[in-house]
């Protein structure tokens, strides 16, 4: 094993070790590691360094996986993939419909048609509803109601 090897697994074993015993003053870990591999202070000093770093990327990776565990249930998975094939497929389509518009041999008829597809999918054609209120923002009952009403009370 090369020495660049023996040194990361070193400090591997060192992450380990410090995971294990968080207490253990830094101190008493850089002997322990100085008798066991042989390396001055300054060494081990800074393959704790580099396993606090180690240890602070795992805690990092092991935080964003559980952020992302939801995709591990295959429901969820399923519908995230059918939303991605929907956008994928709404996209390939206004793409060839857009391609219809600017095609140069497409009839007036097929570009009309295109367009008013296209208008459709991004939802121009979609009917506003409109409130009656007064000035406040209170609703107002519609004037054919007011006449229903009106009417009751004559029968009456």
Not at 60 to 85: G, M, S
Not at 88 to 105: F, K, P, Y
């Amino acid at each position: 094993m090369g020495n660049n090897a023996h040194n990361q697994q070193a400090i591997k074993e060192l992450a380990k070790y410090m995971a294990a015993n968080p207490t253990k003053k830094v101190t008493e870990i850089v002997s322990v590691f100085c008798s066991k591999y042989g390396k001055c202070e300054r060494t081990i000093f800074r393959w704790v360094e580099a396993a606090k770093r180690m240890n602070a990327a795992i805690d990092t990776i092991n935080e964003e996986k559980a952020q992302h565990a939801v995709f591990k249930n295959p429901a969820v998975q399923r519908k995230v993939d059918d939303y991605c094939n929907v956008i994928v497929s709404r996209t390939a389509i206004l793409t060839q419909l857009r391609s219809i518009m600017n095609d140069l041999d497409a009839t007036a008829g097929e570009k009309i048609r295109a367009m008013d597809l296209a208008a459709k999918m991004e939802g121009f054609y979609a009917p506003t509803k409109t409130a009656i209120t007064d000035s406040i923002g209170n609703d107002i009952d519609p004037p054919l109601n007011d006449i229903a009403v009106f009417l009751k009370r004559q029968n009456r």
